[in-house]
Every structure is written in structure tokens, then in C-alpha cells.
Nanobody, 116 residues
Framework: QVRLVESGGGLVQAGGSLRLSCAAS????????MGWYRQAPGKQRELVAQ???????NYADSVKGRFTISRDNAKNTVYLQMNSLKPEDTAVYYC??????????WGHGTQVTVSS
């Protein structure tokens, strides 16, 4: 299993950008799906973006065209580039590592706040 540590969150004005990083304690090469989720106050955790071991990506409709997920297997790190941020993107962002039939691990999250 791997431990996940998110970084890169912060306060940004609407229209701005942030890049989140998720550093894994071990190799992510064989992890089937790496993902970013978010949870706003009073709401359920929701999927933001996923990337498979083969590089296939999937995005929530609300972030398509604005966010980009990528993975660097050599650095054991997954990134979420967030552009054109909106106040409704405000949430705690969590990194997830899913290895089929093995484990489903979460990081502790990083706060993203977008001011209007």
C-alpha cells in the first residue's frame, strides 16, 4: 500500500489557477486508478478527475476543460492543474489510489478556497 500526501492548496481569486500535487510513499506505476476527489462543507465527497495506469482520464462535467489530471510515475506523484477557478470549486481536495482487489487509499486532503 501507499501513503498519499496532498499539497498545493490555498486561497485564490476567481479566475485564477492552482496546481495540486499528490505524493505517494511508494511506486504508483502499478496502481490502477489515481484520482482527485473533493468535499465542500455540507456536501458529499465527489469525483473530480481520474487517471488510469494506462493514462486514460475521466473528469466530472463541472471541471471539464478547466482541470487537467496527470501522473508522473517516475516521481510517484499525481497532479491536478486547476485553471479558471470558480467559487464553487471551494472544497477540501483528496487524493485517492485504487488498486483493484487490493486497496483503496486516501490522503488527508488539502484546502482550496476560491474567492469571488
Amino acid at each position: 500500500q501507499v501513503r498519499l500526501v496532498e499539497s498545493g492548496g490555498g486561497l485564490v481569486q476567481a479566475g485564477g489557477s492552482l496546481r495540486l500535487s499528490c505524493a505517494a510513499s511508494g511506486s504508483i506505476f502499478s496502481i490502477d486508478i489515481m484520482g482527485w476527489y473533493r468535499q465542500a462543507p455540507g456536501k458529499q465527497r465527489e469525483l473530480v478527475a481520474q487517471i488510469t495506469s494506462g493514462g486514460t482520464t475521466n473528469y466530472a462535467d463541472s471541471v471539464k476543460g478547466r482541470f487537467t489530471i496527470s501522473r508522473d510515475n517516475a516521481k510517484n506523484t499525481v497532479y491536478l492543474q486547476m485553471n479558471s477557478l470558480k467559487p464553487e470549486d471551494t472544497a477540501v481536495y483528496y487524493c485517492n489510489a485504487l488498486k483493484f482487489m487490493n486497496y483503496n487509499n486516501w490522503g488527508h486532503g488539502t484546502q482550496v478556497t476560491v474567492s469571488s
